[in-house]
């Protein structure tokens, strides 16, 4: 086969038409992950002449018959190394983490484990970031490049803005750089502090929890650009018959020695009295839960326990139509410097469809949120602002 070529060779048995697909993996065999190297082999054999010398593959043949469709069991490994230049890049499973450390000052950590040189004894790294998940790495984004550490120490970062990082390995003995894809992302944030919790339905808010009770089959709260009273969306219980669904917050540390409040604005058109909407609170991680009593009151109540999740008649609801946004709001005290669980659950019995329930702007007042943190700038003053007040001079 000559320098940088791995001739392959299988016998077969089948009917006309069949072909093959040749898959190849770093190592001895059995080899690691595979990748598809050729595919429609119409012989008995193929040519690999896309490997690196001195390095070793391993391969794996499979039939596939003439309507292209049934692709048999793979082969027995075979492994071959060949001769010529050591051209591969080296083995890495990419980034492994990117951690906000929630200092005063803005940054990312990020960490990776070592890669494993296919030709030379040692390897770079390459970090690569950009603002929009999904990118695709290029010397544009490229962070900074020759780092021999197993980690990155990002402090150009600002805070609150999201960032996606890539990781890349180059081998130092022929340069060749991996193209693996691995994507974290993080947010820098200063540390824990007395604040406003916010959530609306918007990209980068919170994550909501949305469930469905004992019918998980059933459709339930998802975020709505139909109607919304600030930003592109707002939160929608959907409506079926038969549902008991909730969209709940995540855990909410409250301030301690604070008056917490909390409070979110809704409208909804929903079967009077049969069916209705009910805003519920838990202080022990969602092990029991009580009714939230709201102000201004719920403007409704159900009138028996039909509907699906058994509200009893009496138990206050939003039910009826209110297609105008209002603010409601509920005093959370008592349960200040605990944590705190908030849901709202719409439940309907087995007739009548109406619009559904709308929630937005939701806010909890004196909780542990992450505060801002602050970017190092090289020249904090500015340097070309013209005000060289604080600057000196020294003669060496």
Do not use: K
């Not at 320098?3 to 059995?30: E, K, Q």
């Not at 992950?33 to 119409?42: H, I, K, N, Y």
């Not at 999740?309 to 009496?314: F, H, N, Q, R, T």
């Not at 709001?329 to 944590?339: F, R, V, Y």
């Amino acid at each position: 086969g000559g320098d940088n070529v791995i001739d392959l060779g299988w016998s077969a048995s089948g009917g006309p038409g069949l072909t093959f697909n040749v898959y190849r993996s770093f190592g001895a065999c059995p080899g690691g992950s595979f990748e598809q190297v050729a595919t429609g082999v119409a012989g008995l054999g193929y040519s690999d002449d896309t490997v690196s010398g001195q390095v070793e593959y391993s391969y794996l043949v499979t039939a596939v018959d003439a309507t292209g469709f049934c692709e048999s069991a793979v082969s027995n490994c075979s492994s071959a190394t060949t001769t010529g230049e050591c051209n591969a890049p080296p083995i890495f499973a990419g980034l492994e983490s990117a951690v906000n450390p929630a200092t005063t000052g803005c940054a990312l950590d990020l960490g990776w484990s070592p890669a494993a040189p296919n030709c030379g004894s040692a390897a770079t790294y390459s970090v690569y970031r950009d603002t929009t998940p999904g990118f695709d790495p290029s010397p544009a984004n490229r962070l900074v490049s020759g780092l021999s550490d197993l980690g990155y120490h990002d402090t150009s970062v600002e805070s609150g803005q999201l960032y996606a990082y890539v990781v890349r390995a180059t081998d130092e003995s022929n340069g060749v750089e991996e193209a693996n894809r691995v994507e974290h992302t993080a947010v820098p944030t200063g540390p824990i502090t007395d604040g406003t919790w916010t959530a609306g339905a918007e990209v980068g808010d919170p994550a909501m929890l949305f469930t469905s009770g004992d019918a998980p089959e059933h459709l339930g709260w998802e975020m709505s650009s139909a109607r919304q009273h600030s930003g592109e969306r707002s939160y929608f219980s959907t409506y079926a018959n038969g549902l008991c669904v909730a969209i709940q917050t995540p855990p909410i540390e409250l301030t301690a020695g604070e008056a917490s409040a909390m409070s979110f604005w809704t409208l909804f058109d929903i079967e009077p009295q049969w069916d209705g909407g009910v805003v519920e609170l838990s202080t022990d991680g969602g092990g029991t839960w009580s009714l939230l009593p709201l102000s201004p009151p719920y403007p409704s109540t159900f009138n028996n326990g039909s509907d699906a999740c058994g509200y009893p008649a009496g138990h206050p609801s939003f039910s009826g139509t209110d297609l105008d946004w209002s603010q409601y709001s509920a005093d959370l005290g008592a349960a200040n410097g605990g944590e705190v669980l908030v849901r709202w659950v719409f439940s309907t019995d087995s007739s009548v469809i109406e619009e559904g329930w709308y929630v937005d702007d939701i806010a909890v007042t004196h909780a542990q949120v992450p505060g801002e943190c602050s970017t190092a700038f090289l020249f904090a003053d500015g340097f070309e602002s013209g005000d060289t007040s604080a600057w000196s001079a020294v003669v060496p």
